[in-house]
């Protein structure tokens, strides 16, 4: 029984981290839709953004002619704002 809870006590879950997390809603993926992008001036169908509990992300982005820009790094979030691409 003691060994038990002592296994269990040093888990580290999910929930754990995520309630150490500052903005814990934000993390996970996250889907922007080009309605029309026929008509649309934006250069894009599709962006794919990932957030971390690690303050990692990456984007996708699915341009009109369907090939992908990839980009991954650190990010930085508070109440009102998102800095992608930390120290780069």
Not at 50 to 68: A, N
């Amino acid at each position: 029984s003691f060994c038990c809870l002592s296994v269990f006590a040093g888990e580290n879950t999910k929930e754990d981290d995520l309630s150490h997390f500052d903005t814990p809603f934000l993390i996970g993926d996250w889907y922007l839709m080009n309605p029309r992008p026929e008509e649309s001036a934006e250069n894009f169908r599709a962006i794919k953004l990932s957030l971390g509990s690690d303050y990692t992300f990456s984007i996708d982005i699915q341009k009109k002619d369907y090939s992908v820009d990839h980009w991954e790094g650190m990010y930085n979030a508070n109440e009102d704002t998102i800095v992608l691409g930390l120290n780069t």
